[in-house]
């Protein structure tokens, strides 16, 4: 065999080895993506910063502006159509497969347009459903009794809007709590509720 053929007989068998190689690999990868159901559990982490906006082009935007008290944080829901996880392996996941938790708000005061109700649905995405947490960036948290001041619009996010009941989610930083004080403190700054109020009322 000469010098030439030898080096493709070499090339070949390398070749060969490294397909043989890199099967094992993806086979090992395959088998730790399974979730148990005793203790598998998924996190799944979201970044991305929400337009930050005057408070008049918010109360602009909004569609609904409430003041209001927390009544109620539900259970967080997969949005599957039975609310619960889409599959036991990493694969059986979708990209559109998210967590959501629903805040039921009293209404106490309306300070843009009208509700025909006197409690509201503000959705939010992320929440733990069991063992597996979906953790979205500069989404607003809540507590049950919060006095809470909230830019609201309509949610037209695909993953979620058309899951019942009618809900609504909050408009960039458009969730403020309100203080026995006077102020609102918001997710990034805090301001007084009278000077908050005087930028809604010129729209």
């Known amino acids: 065999m000469n010098n030439k053929n030898t080096g493709r007989y070499v090339i070949i068998v390398i070749g060969i080895f490294s397909l043989v190689v890199i099967g094992a690999l993806l086979l090992d990868n395959t088998s730790q993506t399974e979730l148990p159901n005793n203790d598998g559990a998924v996190t799944i982490e979201s970044s991305g910063l929400q337009e930050e ?7 602009e935007r909004s569609n609904l502006i409430i003041i209001g008290t927390v009544k109620e944080i539900e259970p967080s829901k997969w949005n599957t159509p039975d609310g619960k996880r889409p599959g036991e392996l990493i694969e059986d996941f ?8 629903d805040v039921i708000v009293t209404v106490d005061d309306t300070l843009k347009n009208s509700h025909n109700s006197k409690e509201i649905v503000v959705r939010l995405r992320g929440g733990t459903v069991g063992e597996d947490t979906m953790i979205i960036e500069d989404i607003p948290s809540f507590k049950s009794g919060e006095k809470v001041l909230l830019y609201l619009i309509e949610d ?4 979620t809007k058309a899951i019942g009941p009618e809900h609504y989610v909050v408009i960039g930083y458009g ?6 004080d006077g102020k ?8 007084d509720l009278e000077e908050l109020l005087s930028t809604i009322n010129v729209t």
Do not use: C, Q, W
């Open 53 to 59: 906006i005057s408070y008049e082009e918010m109360a």
């Open 94 to 101: 979708k990209s559109s497969d998210e967590i959501y938790t």
């Open 156 to 159: 037209t996010y695909p993953h």
């Open 175 to 180: 969730k403020f709590t309100l203080t026995d």
């Open 184 to 191: 609102a403190i918001g997710v990034r700054k805090s301001v």
